[in-house]
């Protein structure tokens, strides 16, 4: 199994992007990286993911390096509601499902 | 947000008694798949289903059941709760084998 590893927690202030990293050293090359966030109490969110290439859409950016060993997900302008746990997750297929792997996440807090 | 309800969204109950948690489904997807969360654990995937009256164990199955008469609902079963059961459970949905999860807002269940 990829493992991810991220950072506990990190701060951001509102209306700045926040950049949050993943390193995922032992991704294969089949293996999807998925950014989830959950906010309190809630079911998690889909944010994004990506393979290779840098991903867009209307929540984030993700930006995955050449090597995929790390990626990066780019909320560009942070709000008080972007509060919550996110998820780096690689994806990998066995016996027949689709398994996510959740770790630990970074707690971001969005300040005023 | 994908349409994915879950009933009830709260519930306690007493040790030994049966549950069933109930996770509906409009968005007519194949995969359905039911975790649990817990602090220092993150989310584990307890069963999933792959059709209609398809089902199949995750990692952490003891104790539950599951079953799928109908492509909407997917319904999650403790026989005869224990304390260690529990958690919040959060069920999620895909179209397809490896395509992104979707997941619903999570019943809190407390067995005394």
């Known amino acids: 199994d990829a493992k991810t590893t991220q950072p506990p927690s990190m701060d951001c202030a509102e209306g700045r992007a926040a950049n949050l990293p993943c390193n995922h050293s032992?991704?294969?090359?089949?293996?999807?990286v998925y950014w989830y966030r959950q906010i309190h109490s809630q079911g998690p969110q889909y944010i994004i993911h990506g393979l290779k290439n840098n991903e867009t859409n209307e929540m984030a950016s993700l930006i995955i390096t050449e090597d995929r060993k790390s990626s990066t997900l780019i909320l560009p302008h942070a709000t008080l509601r972007d509060t919550a746990v996110y998820y780096c997750i690689v994806r990998f297929l066995t016996q027949g499902a689709q398994k996510l792997v959740f770790g630990q996440g970074t707690r971001l807090t969005i300040n005023p | 947000d994908a349409g994915i309800t879950q009933s009830p969204r709260h519930k306690v109950t007493e040790t030994g008694t049966p549950v069933t948690l109930r996770c509906h489904q409009t968005e007519n997807h194949r995969y359905m798949y039911w975790y649990r969360q817990d602090p220092g654990h993150g989310l584990r995937l307890i069963h999933y289903s792959y059709g209609v009256k398809d089902t199949d164990k995750g990692e952490v199955s003891d104790g539950y059941s599951v079953s799928r008469s109908k492509t909407e609902d997917f319904l999650l079963t403790l026989e005869s709760a224990t304390s260690s059961q529990t958690s919040v459970y959060f069920c999620a949905i895909s179209e397809g084998l490896g395509e992104t999860q979707y997941f619903g807002p999570g019943t809190r269940l407390l067995v005394l």
């Open positions: 032992t991704i294969s090359g089949n293996e999807y």
